[in-house]
């Protein structure tokens, strides 16, 4: 039984048919989202602390696409060292691990998605000049100027906010956060998504933490190398086959 169930999970069928059934879960929510009124808070919260507050006649094609995703990556695990153990006289080991370095790379992705769903955490704040924030980690943030520069025409052109980092009553460090220059620290993110200048001075501040960021920056380029040096493989052999002298 457990010989047949590695089998089956080494099946490249199988990941048709899981690819397949992926493929109408998603087209399944495509159709519910927009009719439960659940959904428009799905960015809110990291996947899992959203989908266990919510009913099941609402979130079932997501459990199911979970669940299909976790068989897809536990296949591609298996169909890949079942591809190294058939394959252990290849001459080209290159052209051998490219596929399966893909596959890791696939496999990070996953894992960062999984880690962020799990341990992540997003959450958003009105703040003015001297709001302090408590972050995940128990320091504090205060925000301490907010400049911005306005045209002629009252249209503004150019900000920037200013902020401390707070532990045990000390200050432990400063940023200065402007257009497309969020804050980082210890893992949590502050960015900046809306300003107000008037009647006063206010931010709309996102406050995340996305522990799977590197491990998906890792799976990125595991995968990117794996697809450029398969290409590469390729097209060498395609040429070395094209120059090779016909027989007939």
Not at 153 to 171: F, M, P, Q
Not at 197 to 208: G, M, N, T, Y
Not at 219 to 233: A, K, P, R, S, W
Request: glycine content about 8%.
């Amino acid at each position: 039984m457990l010989k047949g169930l590695i089998k089956l999970l080494a099946s490249l069928k199988m990941s048709l048919w899981l690819l397949l059934s992926l493929l109408f879960l998603l087209l399944a929510g495509a159709f519910i989202m927009p009719l439960r009124a659940e959904f428009q808070a799905i960015h809110s919260l990291p996947l899992f602390q959203w989908v266990t507050r919510q009913p099941l006649s609402a979130t079932w094609w997501l459990w199911a696409a979970i669940g299909v995703v976790s068989l897809l990556a536990a296949n591609t695990l298996f169909c890949s060292l079942d591809s190294l153990m058939r394959k252990k006289t290849v001459t080209q080991w290159l052209m051998l691990i490219s596929p399966q370095i893909i596959h890791i790379g696939f496999l990070f992705v996953l894992l960062a998605h999984l880690m962020s769903a799990i341990a992540g955490f997003k959450g958003v704040a009105v703040v003015h000049e001297g709001t302090v924030l408590q972050l995940p980690d128990r320091s504090a943030l205060q925000v301490r100027t907010i400049a911005m520069s306005l045209d002629p025409n009252g249209y503004l052109r150019d900000w920037a906010v200013d902020v401390s980092y707070g532990e045990a009553g000390r200050i432990v460090g400063e940023d200065r956060l402007m257009p497309n220059r969020p804050s980082f620290r210890e893992g949590i993110g502050i960015y900046v998504k809306d300003l107000r200048a008037l009647p006063d001075k206010a931010v709309l501040l996102e406050i995340s933490r996305e522990p799977g960021a590197p491990w998906a920056l890792i799976g990125g380029v595991i995968f990117m190398i794996g697809t450029v040096t398969l290409l590469i493989l390729r097209m060498k052999r395609e040429a070395k086959n094209e120059g090779a002298p016909s027989i007939l």
